[in-house]
C-alpha cells in the first residue's frame, strides 16, 4: 500500500459508525415512556454494559488482530454490532423485565464484542504506518468516534418521532417515523454495511516500515536505559501502567458521566425552573435540545482527539494530559451551576473536548511508553479503564441523583382527550462533584509520571 492516507480514511469511516454507542441518552425517555416501571438505574444499565463489554473486547480483538491482521477482525466487529442493533429490534415483544435483559444481551453484549473488536484495529493499524505523527494520527483515528454521535443522535430522533433530520437547528430533510424499535433495525443495517466497506481498507505496513524522512530517536532509548517494547506481562509489573490505568478510569468517568447522560440532565436541568405543568410542544422543544446538545458534545468530543492529538506531539503526554484533567474537573466541579441552556453548551463541549483528548493522548502514550510490537495486546489492556470508567460514570450518575421533582407533561389525543403523563425532575449535583474530586486527584497524580526503565541486564 503506498497511500497510507487511505488507512486513516478506512479508520474514520469504521469509527464514525462506532460512535453511535455515545446517542444512548436519545433512547432514554422514550424506552422510559414505553416502559414505565423501569427505574433511572434500569435504563441506564446498557449503557453501562456496552462500554464495559466494548473496553473488554478491545483487549481479546488487540491479541488476535496482532496475530492476523487488522481486516478481518474489523469486519467481524462491524458483522457482530450490526447484528446486535437488529436483534434489539424485537425488545418490544417481551415485557418490561425480559424486555430489559434482551437488550442488553443484544444491544449491550452482542453490540459492544463488535464495537472493541472493530474499534481497536484502526487505532493498532494507524501507529504503526504513523510513527513520526503518533499524537495526532491517533487523534484522527479515533476523531470519528467522538463524531458519530453528531451525524447519528439526529437521526435516531427523526426515526423514533418522524420529522426533519437537523443539525444545529437546520432542518436538512424529513424521515418517516419508524418507531423506537424499528431505529435499532435500521442502525443496524447502517452499520452492517459500513464498518465492512472501512476495514477493506486496513492494511499493516511491511515490518521495519518507516515514512520516508523519518528515523526513530534511538539516542534516547540508550542514554535512558529505556524499554522499547513491553509485553503484556512485562508492562503489568511497572507502576507506570497501573497510575496511567486509574488517570484513565478516572477521566472516562467523568465524561462518560456527561456524554452518556448528556439529554436526560438538560431535561432536568430545563423542567427544574418549571413552575406549573408542560404541554407535549413544550417538552419536545426541550427533548430536541436535548438531542442538539449530544450532536454539539459530539463535535468537541471529535474536535479534542485532534486538538489534544497535535498538542501531545509538540508540548508533550504528560503536560497535555495535566491541562485536560484540570480543565475537565474544574468544569464538572462547577456544572450543577450551568443551568441556563448557553452555560450548559459550553460546559458539555468542555467535558467533551477533553474526553476526546483522553481517548487521543491514552493509545499515543501507550504506544510510547511500551511500544508498538505488542500494541494490540497491551493498549487492550489499557482500554479496560475505559470499560470500568463507562461502568463507573454513568452509575454515579443515575445511583447519586436524587429525585427534586415530578412535572406533569400534558397531551391532546384525538377528540380533545387530555392525558397526562409523569417526568422525574433529577438532581446530580453530587455525581458531579464526585467526578471532579476524582480528576482533581488524578491531576495531582500526574505529576509524579515518567517513562518506565528496565535493568540493563535485561
Known amino acids: 500500500m503506498k497511500n497510507r492516507w487511505s488507512v486513516v480514511l478506512g479508520a474514520l469511516i469504521i469509527q464514525v459508525s462506532l460512535g453511535a454507542v455515545y446517542i444512548w441518552s436519545v433512547f432514554q425517555t422514550p424506552l422510559l415512556t414505553h416502559f414505565p416501571s423501569w427505574k433511572e438505574t434500569q435504563v ?18 488487540g491479541r488476535i488482530q496482532d496475530r492476523v491482521g487488522p481486516r478481518p477482525v474489523a469486519i467481524a466487529g462491524g458483522l457482530m454490532l450490526g447484528s446486535g442493533l437488529i436483534l434489539a429490534k424485537f425488545t418490544a415483544g417481551f415485557p418490561p423485565g425480559p424486555a430489559l435483559v434482551w437488550l442488553i444481551i443484544t444491544y449491550s453484549v452482542i453490540g459492544g464484542l463488535g464495537i472493541g473488536a472493530a474499534y481497536v484495529c484502526p487505532i493498532a493499524t494507524c501507529v504503526k504506518w504513523y510513527p513520526d505523527k503518533r499524537g495526532l494520527i491517533t487523534g484522527l483515528a479515533v476523531a470519528g468516534f467522538g463524531a458519530g454521535a453528531f451525524f447519528f443522535a439526529p437521526l435516531a430522533k427523526a426515526l ?32 452492517l454495511v459500513t464498518i465492512t466497506a472501512g476495514a477493506l481498507l486496513l492494511q499493516n505496513p511491511e515490518p521495519g516500515y518507516r515514512p520516508a524522512g523519518w528515523n526513530p530517536p534511538v539516542q534516547t532509548i540508550a542514554l535512558n536505559n529505556l524499554k522499547v517494547d513491553f509485553t503484556p506481562s512485562e508492562m503489568f509489573r511497572t507502576w507506570q501502567f497501573w497510575l496511567l490505568w486509574g488517570i484513565y478510569l478516572t477521566g472516562c468517568a467523568a465524561g462518560l458521566m456527561i456524554i452518556m447522560k448528556a439529554s436526560p440532565i438538560w431535561q432536568s436541568f430545563a423542567l427544574s425552573s418549571l413552575t406549573s405543568g408542560l404541554d407535549s410542544a413544550g417538552f419536545s422543544q426541550i427533548a430536541s435540545a436535548g438531542a442538539l446538545a449530544v450532536s454539539i458534545l459530539a463535535i468537541f468530543n471529535s474536535l479534542g482527539r485532534i486538538v489534544w492529538g497535535k498538542i501531545s506531539d509538540a508540548a508533550g503526554r504528560k503536560n497535555t494530559l495535566l491541562a485536560m484533567f484540570l480543565i475537565c474537573s474544574l468544569t464538572m466541579l462547577a456544572f450543577n451551576a ?12 468542555l467535558v467533551g473536548l477533553c474526553f476526546g483528548g483522553f481517548l487521543a493522548v491514552f493509545p499515543a502514550m501507550t504506544a510510547d511508553y511500551f511500544g508498538t510490537k505488542h500494541y494490540g495486546a497491551n493498549y487492550g489492556w ?11 460514570g454513568p452509575y454515579l450518575a443515575a445511583a447519586l441523583m436524587k429525585t427534586s421533582a415530578i412535572v ?13 403523563r409523569s417526568l422525574l425532575v433529577g438532581d446530580y449535583r453530587r455525581a458531579f462533584l464526585v467526578a471532579g474530586l476524582l480528576c482533581l486527584i488524578s491531576t495531582v497524580a500526574l505529576l509524579v509520571l515518567k517513562k518506565p526503565e528496565v535493568n540493563k541486564d535485561r
Open 408 to 420: 406533569k407533561i400534558r397531551e391532546i389525543k384525538a377528540g380533545d382527550e387530555e392525558t397526562f
Open 382 to 392: 489499557m482500554f479496560s479503564a475505559y470499560g470500568v470508567g463507562g461502568l463507573l
Open 44 to 61: 441506564t444499565l446498557p449503557a453501562q454494559i456496552i462500554l464495559a463489554c466494548f473496553a473488554l473486547a478491545v483487549i481479546i480483538a
Open 338 to 349: 450551568l443551568k441556563p441552556y448557553s452555560l450548559f453548551l459550553i460546559g458539555i463541549s
Open 160 to 191: 423514533i418521532t418522524g420529522g426533519p433530520y437537523q443539525l444545529f437547528g437546520k432542518s436538512l430533510f424529513s424521515l418517516p417515523e419508524v418507531g423506537l424499535f424499528n431505529t435499532f433495525l435500521v442502525l443496524g443495517l447502517i452499520f
